[in-house]
């Protein structure tokens, strides 16, 4: 189970709590549900979700939250590993998959920490609250203490609403299901949808929903956040507006990808 996510300043965190599934299982886990993913959605099933994960946050501070919030710029990640099994190589596949699926963004590994907006952390289970602790001081200990997360991302937007840096520490030891479940999660949440919601049952973005994949519903989210067309800072108003002349391209782009139909179904 995963609890909902906390902001601080301008720095939006997100966390995830343990789950306790067998190694082996892990990968029948991830395969079994792909099987069942739902891949067909109505425009409105899919601006319900967006407008609920892209916009607000469950605690703010330092200004308003209620805006759009993305890089505009290319993300560079450096993975920073001190734990075993190192697993950087699946940090880089997860980050290939995410570049594969949005169309409109710039996301890559970096070999340089200079040259990084983007820092995964990778630490033991046992090293976790220290490292939390470490990066956000005070408020770290209050998420320890609070909510024991498995995993967390945050970032840091500027006067413009766009991201500037982000932060994902997440534990390799805690089993392969665990581990790519909290690396998409927080890995695409530290791009900019950051608010989960449990009335969004087709969303990774959901207290109560393990994926360990990028799902095609999250895709869409992704996609119409990183539209070229949907700006920092703009409104839900601005948003609704804009997404009927977006949505015929975005689901070409989801469709191709995923080999589904890009047309809504019918009566729905």
Request: aromatic content about 8%; overall charge positive; glycine content about 6%.
């Amino acid at each position: 189970m995963r609890l909902s996510r906390l902001a601080a300043l301008l720095v939006l965190v997100a966390f995830s709590l343990p789950l306790l599934p067998t190694a082996q299982a892990e990968v029948r886990e991830i395969s079994a549900r792909r099987a069942k993913e739902r891949k067909t959605f109505s425009d409105a099933e899919i601006a319900n979700g967006f407008f609920k994960v892209a916009f607000g946050a469950e605690m703010g501070f330092g200004g308003p939250v209620d805006r759009i919030r993305k890089y505009v710029k290319p993300v560079r990640i450096f993975v920073e590993n001190n734990a075993k099994p190192d697993r950087t190589e699946e940090v880089a596949k997860v980050v290939a998959d995410i570049q594969a699926r949005i169309a409109n963004i710039d996301i890559a590994i970096t070999e340089r920490r200079e040259n990084a907006n983007f820092i995964v952390r990778l630490v033991r289970d046992r090293d976790l609250a220290k490292t939390v602790m470490k990066l956000y001081g005070p408020r770290g200990r209050k998420i320890v203490r609070s909510l024991e997360p498995q995993c967390l991302s945050g970032f840091r937007k500027d006067d413009l609403f766009r991201i500037t840096n982000s932060d994902v520490i997440l534990v390799s030891d805690a089993g392969d299901f665990i581990f790519y479940d909290c690396a998409y999660e927080e890995l695409l949440q530290a791009l900019g949808p950051i608010r989960d919601d449990s009335s969004v049952p087709w969303t990774m973005f959901n207290d109560n929903v393990q994926m360990g994949f990028f799902g095609v519903y999250d895709q869409y989210i992704l996609n119409i956040l990183y539209h070229q067309r949907v700006e920092p800072g703009m409104t839900r108003a601005q948003v609704r507006a804009l997404l009927p002349q977006i949505m015929p391209e975005i689901r070409e782009h989801v469709a191709r990808i995923n080999n589904v139909s890009p047309k809504p179904p019918i009566g729905r």
